[in-house]
């Protein structure tokens, strides 16, 4: 594959990044070749993941660099969390001029960067309170807690009693309570006993969630795009549906907005795209702009204000090193033009997956700058697939064993799509 780039309005070209390897770099390497690299990663860290053959040293916008200076084109980046491209100068210089400052006071005393973080982030997403987390699980986690405690103090429902619906096939973390509630039975085995409380009904199905509803119901907590489950757009007029439903019935919607949302799908939250706004919203990867783990819970103050000191809490949520990328984030996000260039690049995106079904490609799904790539039944496997890629200098990830998860930096140009789904095409048409 041909590494040419155009330079992005939004953020520097990645040409030369190969070029701009420091002294420093260098040197840390000693020398080691990528083999020698993934034997250490073998050999002393837990088998929790399984990385393809590549060991990345260098990165800059929509580009990677490996130890051996080849460069690849980034579709995955970072699972949404690299929405605005490998080091982008904003968020870098917002990092480094922290980093000179402090970074850390736990939240045992006040700091000049929190009370500006979520009031900015609670105006850019129209929401009244911010929880400031770390992990896109500790958010969930949180938000699970906190619909909790509202069921109890302000809804009635009996202690012990509360429940939580939640969708199959979904995946909002890897911690103990929220595997109870997969149905990926990788995820689940031999890691129970199982926390209680949830409900699990079909994703797309609103009369499934309507019958699911009890006295003790407290929220309903759904992705609008399933990611993990292979970039799963739900029927039109799904969200809109439960909105009602949980207005109908007292109980809370919380909407897992930490892959699909902050410009992902075109719009600053997808649900955003069915007019729905969540009581509330989970955010994660993105918010800490590819640098540092931010998440935070945003929503309404009355269900947010039932917290009280002592009752959660996190040394490094809301840190000023995370604040501070995090409000340079906010910034970016704030002029509208990564939602705009997820909306334009998507569209031709898909447009262009779609040309390849019947050519290796039975389904292609998504929004935005977001899509799964359903490999045919005749075509590869998914890891052999993304092998493959690996060979033709585009990074991307399998899911789900049939799908290709494409989801590149937002900073991406039209040419380099265009390179990255002819790769996709000779790899899945052959």
Not at 6 to 16: K, L, R, Y
Not at 59 to 71: E, F, L, M, P
Not at 324 to 342: H, P
Request: contains cysteine; charged residues 20%; aromatic residues 4%.
């Amino acid at each position: 594959m041909t590494a040419t780039t155009e330079n992005s309005a939004i953020s520097p070209s990645a040409t030369g990044a190969a070029e701009t390897h420091s002294a420093a770099a260098g040197t840390a390497q000693a020398g080691l070749a990528a083999a020698e690299h993934i034997a250490l990663d073998e050999q002393w860290s837990t088998h929790n993941y399984h990385p393809l053959p590549v060991v990345i040293a260098e990165a800059q916008g929509a580009w990677v660099t490996d130890v051996h200076g080849r460069r690849y084109l980034d579709l995955l980046a970072g699972y949404s969390a690299l929405n605005f491209g490998h080091r982008h100068p904003d968020l870098v210089a917002a990092a480094v001029e922290q980093l000179g400052r402090v970074t850390l006071t736990s939240r045992a005393f006040h700091h000049d960067q929190l009370g500006l973080f979520c009031r900015e982030l609670a105006e850019l997403t129209e929401t009244e309170l911010v929880l400031p987390m770390n992990s896109g699980a500790e958010a969930v986690e949180s938000a699970v807690k906190v619909a909790r405690k509202w069921a109890y103090q302000v809804k009635g429902v009996p202690d012990g009693r509360a429940e939580i619906i939640v969708a199959g096939s979904n995946f909002h973390g890897r911690t103990t309570t929220i595997v109870s509630f997969s149905t990926d039975p990788t995820a689940r085995a031999d890691f129970g006993p199982f926390t209680p409380g949830f409900v699990v009904v079909d994703y797309g199905s609103a009369q499934a969630v309507a019958e699911a509803i009890t006295e003790h119901t407290a929220a309903v907590l759904v992705e609008p795009i399933q990611g993990e489950a292979g970039v799963v757009v739900p029927p039109a007029g799904y969200l809109a549906e439960l909105r009602r439903i949980c207005d109908d019935n007292g109980v809370l919607l919380i909407a897992d907005e930490i892959q699909s949302g902050l410009a992902r799908t075109g719009e600053l939250l997808a649900s955003s795209a069915d007019g729905v706004r969540a009581d509330l919203y989970t955010l994660g990867k993105a918010l800490g702009g590819g640098i540092v783990p931010v998440s935070a819970v945003v929503g309404r103050r009355e269900v947010l204000g039932v917290l009280r000191p002592g009752e959660h809490g996190s040394t490094f949520g809301g840190n000023p090193l995370a604040c501070a990328v995090g409000r340079a984030v906010i910034r970016l996000l704030a002029t509208g033009e990564y939602q705009q260039r997820s909306r334009e690049l998507g569209a031709h995106l898909h447009r262009r997956l779609g040309e390849l079904v019947g050519h290796g490609v039975s389904a292609v799904r998504g929004r935005g700058l977001w899509a799964g790539v359903e490999i045919a039944p005749e075509g590869p496997a998914g890891r052999a697939a993304t092998a493959a890629l690996l060979e033709r200098g585009v990074l991307c990830k399998e899911t789900q064993d049939t799908t290709l998860r494409i989801a590149p930096p937002l900073v991406i140009t039209e040419s380099e799509l265009d390179e990255g789904v002819d790769a996709v095409g000779e790899v899945l048409s052959r």
